[in-house]
Nanobody, 124 residues
Framework: QVQLVESGGGLVQAGGSLKLSCTGSGRTFSSYAMGWFRQSSGMEREFVAW????????NYADSVKGRFTISKDNAKNTMALQMNNLKPEDTANYYC?????????????????WGQGTQVAVSS
């Protein structure tokens, strides 16, 4: 059974940092691009960051560029999202996902496996 499990969420003050982790099991994701999305209450799921299969290329939403860093460890079948200088508007449930087909990497419908999410709350 393929599973993605996120961890590392929590409550932090504005300006603080958190590091989210995503651990895969049941399948090796070394040949797949992966991404992070987030969803706030009442909002649509929003693209956050994307990393290429070999960790050579990354892309970010404008809202997190320069503050968040995505990385992938194929040897451990894991992915991470380092979040610095957090803002209250970063508050959301964060999901990791595996991209299963080409196209717009910001489109969540192109991702086939999803974790259950980890909650991030940033207080002002």
């Amino acid at each position: 059974q393929v599973q993605l499990v996120e961890s590392g969420g929590g409550l932090v003050q504005a300006g603080g940092s958190l590091k989210l982790s995503c651990t895969g099991s049941g399948r090796t994701f070394s040949s797949y691009a992966m991404g992070w999305f987030r969803q706030s209450s009442g909002m649509e799921r929003e693209f956050v960051a994307w990393v290429s299969p070999n960790n050579e290329e990354t892309n970010y939403a404008d809202s997190v560029k320069g503050r968040f860093t995505i990385s992938k460890d194929n040897a451990k079948n894991t992915m991470a999202l380092q979040m610095n200088n957090l803002k209250p508007e970063d508050t959301a449930n964060y999901y990791c996902a595996v991209r299963m087909s080409g196209g717009d990497y910001t489109n969540p419908t192109l991702y086939g496996y999803w974790g259950q999410g980890t909650q991030v709350a940033v207080s002002s």
